[in-house]
């Protein structure tokens, strides 16, 4: 299929890169991302990677729009409150462009759905934009399952992390981290919080990955974890290797199937 | 000696085994960080078999999700 005259001149910043091109863009606009949780890491990734002019993007979250997410979540505005997520999510993307088709998925992930959410457009490449651990184990060992590439990120206060799988080629999330941290664990209620921004910045950096995984250019962060701390503006890169005793990716796997956590809660008194 | 913590040196008295180390180096929650000693990854049931020396490069890393918990009301 031939670029139209419109796209031309939408992605023309794009088809000027000489990694990317009017080839690069047409694999763009033939790709397919899960973006799996539309809060403060979804909001900026889903929007970059609509005005990339990704084909199709699936949002799954089965929040509504609270008033406490409006001071990160970006995707989201005043007046969508009390919408699902999910729609709002949408709604923005196809204001940002009217080239992507949206998959939604009104549901929490679990061990029942998330296969076949992923296999429901066969998704090039899945984004973890989830708050909680429970999810995070969950999107990490149904992507090792299914040998799908996906990003991994976190945030917390002014700090945040990304890493990236690639299966067979890289360690995974359970290869650093390989158990979930027990109730009441991560983090102290206290230590709880971020900086709005943080999102922005990680959760941009995930749609980084994406793009270059589609294009295939450039050096992903496969055996990698990026950390960021804002207060010091320091970046950086820790070398991570493939843990062969990971309960998932290792020589000998315990985990063949996928399996529900109880997400920590900390007590806090308001 | 000298040993790097997560990219910053760190002047230490004597040899820690890990244990002592973390909270020498005030890791937050230690119970909850992972630790690799020169790239690799050091198993929690190690943390008191193993000590660092001179030059070592230790990252402790940690859990981050979403900035959003859950809170008993
Ligand atoms: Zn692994």
Same mark, same amino acid.
């Given at each position: ?92 993307? +196809? ?44 999107? +990490? ?30 360690? /995974? ?69 493939? +843990? ?21 809660? /900390?007590?806090?008194?308001? | ?73």
């Amino acid at each position: 299929m031939k670029l139209t005259n419109e796209q031309l001149e939408r992605y023309s910043r794009h088809i000027i890169l000489e990694q990317v091109g009017g080839k690069g863009q047409k694999k763009i606009l033939d790709s397919k991302v899960l973006i799996i949780g539309t809060g403060g890491l979804g909001s900026p990734a889903t929007m970059y990677l609509a005005a990339a002019g990704v084909g199709t993007i699936g949002l799954v979250d089965y929040d509504i729009v609270d008033l406490s997410n409006l001071q990160r979540q970006i995707i989201h505005q005043t007046s969508d409150l009390n919408k699902p997520k999910i729609e709002s999510g949408k709604e923005t993307i +196809n204001a940002i462009n009217p080239d992507v088709t949206v998959k939604t998925y009104n549901e929490l992930v679990n061990s029942k759905n998330i296969a076949d959410i992923i296999k429901d457009a066969d998704y090039d490449f899945i984004i973890d934009g989830t708050d909680n651990f429970p999810a995070k184990f969950l999107i +990490n060992d149904a992507c090792v399952l299914l040998k799908k590439p996906f990003s991994h990120a976190g945030i917390i206060r002014f700090q945040g992390q990304t890493m990236t799988y690639v299966p067979d080629k890289s360690p /995974c999330y359970r290869c650093v981290f390989s158990e979930m941290p027990p109730k009441d664990a991560v983090p102290t209620c206290r230590q709880a919080g971020v900086l709005g921004v943080m999102g922005g910045v990680i959760g941009t950096l995930q749609a980084t990955e994406a793009l270059k995984y589609i294009l295939g250019v450039g050096e992903l962060l496969t055996g990698f974890l990026l950390t960021y701390d804002a207060l010091s503006m320091n970046f950086r890169k820790i070398k991570i290797k493939r +843990n062969s005793k990971c309960a998932i990716c290792g020589e000998n796997p315990k985990i063949t199937e996928l399996v529900d956590y109880e997400q920590p809660a /900390c007590s806090f008194r308001k | 000696m000298i040993i790097i913590v997560n990219g910053e040196n760190l002047d230490i008295e004597k040899s820690l085994n890990i244990n002592e180390l973390l909270i020498v180096a005030k890791a937050e929650q230690p119970e909850y960080v992972t630790v690799q000693k020169n790239g690799e990854f050091i198993q929690r049931d190690d943390f008191d078999k193993i000590f660092v020396e001179e030059g070592d490069e230790i990252e402790f890393l940690y859990f981050m999700g979403g900035g959003n918990y859950e809170v008993d009301k």
